[in-house]
């Protein structure tokens, strides 16, 4: 079984900056894609920033430029620097690894989450 844990989360200031951390446990081959998905109060979950083991990424358009994706050497880790931070980047963060191959094959997983909230 695969299990995330995040940490990171907390309170700040608009403008300041915070780094998400996620890190994933159990017997693993490997991990394909991680990810942070976020999710605001009455909105949909969101991608933020996507990471393959080679190292490509993806980020939504409305973080361009303030938030960074990396991978850790392990490949089991994941983090996101988030920088600039608005109030509307308040919100409950989630950290995915997609496609990961274990011994039972290959799964899907997701973090409890961390909560981010930015005042204004």
């Known amino acids: 079984q695969v299990q995330l844990v995040e940490s990171g989360g907390g309170l700040v200031q608009a403008g300041d900056s915070l780094r998400l951390s996620c890190k994933a446990s159990?017997?693993?081959?490997?991990?394909?894609?991680m990810g942070w998905y976020r999710q605001a109060p009455g909105k949909q979950r969101e991608l933020v920033a996507s990471?393959?083991?080679?190292?490509?990424?993806v980020y939504a358009d409305s973080v361009k430029g303030r938030i960074t994706i990396s991978r850790g050497d392990a490949k089991n880790t994941v983090y996101q620097q988030m920088n600039s931070l608005k109030h509307d980047n308040t919100a409950i963060y989630y950290c995915?690894?997609?496609?990961?191959?274990?011994?039972?094959?290959?799964?899907?997983?997701w973090g409890q989450g961390t909560q981010v909230t930015v005042s204004s």
């Open positions: 159990g017997i693993i081959f490997s991990i394909n894609v």
């Open positions: 995915n690894a997609n496609r990961v191959r274990t011994t039972i094959g290959t799964v899907d997983s």
């Open positions: 990471i393959t083991s080679g190292g490509s990424t």
